[in-house]
Each structure stands twice: as structure tokens, then as C-alpha cells.
């Protein structure tokens, strides 16, 4: 009995140990992913793929189409009609480094930390309607709206079976320049500085971030706004790995 109760013990501690040299040895070198959260564009198709560079660290590289969202009501006296052309694409690069004084695993299974940089463009034309004292006015705008971050991000990626993976990227601080182009044509009587204005404004609330940066800011007289300000980032990606399986180097 006793000797089989050791047999078996062996067994079990044996395949524990071949298991963990597994997990802890072999890795894919390539990752495709999907974001599936885009709490300000959310309707977009962004794909990314990861690529391992050293045992420890990735490189990034992110792509794809996204809206900016609709807008209705811009206040009291101006509301969007109709969206009548709408576009948009982000791409992004990050570095990553796996700490592997943390991690259990090699990368890309764990915590990372690394620089970003995101761009996003966003293009929208909208006729808009005006409430001019009782009388309502007309008129198409059409808004080119671009964001630049530079930042620092912190996250953790699960690896299943080798194959499946959920990166989330859970603080991702940036510096962001903000910059709208707003253009408004038609036969009008309203006063377009203010409009425009107004819109903008409505176009960055979707920013909380830079709430204490828009005291006395306004679109210039050629119908431009450009500022910096603070960014963040928080995104969640479903992979899926492929590649030859790669021994850790020891």
C-alpha cells in the first residue's frame, strides 16, 4: 500500500513538474487580438498584432476603422439633423516589457508595462438646424477631429491553452493634442462663431479629462482648435496565438 501510495505521489509530483517546465519554457511568438471596448468610438473594428522580441518584451502594432459617435442635441437652439458622411481610423504602436520578477510565465502571459502612442481621425459631415428666434436654419458641417497620445500604459494578459488570450490594459496615462478643423456651409444668419463653439464644445465633453483646459477656448477664426491636454487609455483584447512553439533560452 505504502508503495503505491509513493508511486502515485511520484507521478503526481513528476507531471506537476513536466506541466510547469511547459508553461514556463514554451511560448508563441505571435498574437492577433481584437478590442472589444471602445467606450468613446464604439462603433469600430480595431485588430492588433503582438510579436515577441525578447523572452520578456513585445512590440505592438494597432489598426483599424472607428466613428466618432452621433450627435443630437447640441443645446436649446441647435440640434443635428442628419449625419451625412462619416469616417474614421486609429492606429497605435506600444512596447511592452513583462516583468519577470512578477511573472510566473514567460510573456506574453502576465503583468506589462511600456510607452504608447495612439492617432486617431475622425471625419464627420452633419447637416445641423438652428433655431433663429423662432425661425429654423440650416446648414452642413463638417468636422475633422484629431487625436494624438503619447503615454505610459500599465496591464495584464492571460494566456489559455497556448492559444486563446484577454489583454487588458488597466492605467494608461497620456499627454494628447487635440485638434478639430470645424467648417460650416450654407445660406445662414446665425452666427457661426458661436455655433461652431458651441459645437465643439460638445464634441469634447465626450473628454472629461479636459474639463479645466477649456475655460475661454474657441475655434479660431479659421475654424481650427488646437490644444494639449491630458489622455487615457483602458482597452480589453481577445486573441488568439500562432507560430511554432518557442523554448525559453536558459
Known sequence: ???????????????????????????????????????????????????????????????????????????????????????????????????????????PHGIYMGPYFAFHDLYNVRNIEVDVEGVKETANLTTDFNITNIGFQFGYQFVIKNRWTFDIVTFGPSVSNYKVKIKTDGEFTFDRDEVENEILLKLLDRFPMLDDLLTDKEVSDKGTFDTWGAGWRFQMHLGYQFGKMKKKNK
Do not use: W
Request: some cysteine.
Open 1 to 107: 500500500m505504502k508503495t503505491t501510495l509513493l508511486l502515485i505521489s511520484v507521478f503526481v509530483i513528476t507531471n506537476s513538474a513536466m506541466a510547469q517546465d511547459t508553461i514556463l519554457n514554451y511560448h508563441r511568438m505571435n498574437t492577433i487580438k481584437i478590442e472589444f471596448t471602445q467606450a468613446l468610438f464604439p462603433k469600430s473594428l480595431i485588430v492588433s498584432y503582438e510579436r515577441i522580441t525578447r523572452p520578456n518584451q513585445s512590440f505592438c502594432i494597432t489598426g483599424g476603422y472607428e466613428e466618432f459617435p452621433p450627435l443630437v442635441r447640441v443645446n436649446s437652439t441647435t440640434i443635428v439633423k442628419d449625419n451625412l458622411d462619416k469616417s474614421g481610423f486609429k492606429v497605435a504602436a506600444d512596447y511592452r516589457f513583462y516583468l519577470g520578477k512578477e511573472n510566473k510565465y514567460l510573456a
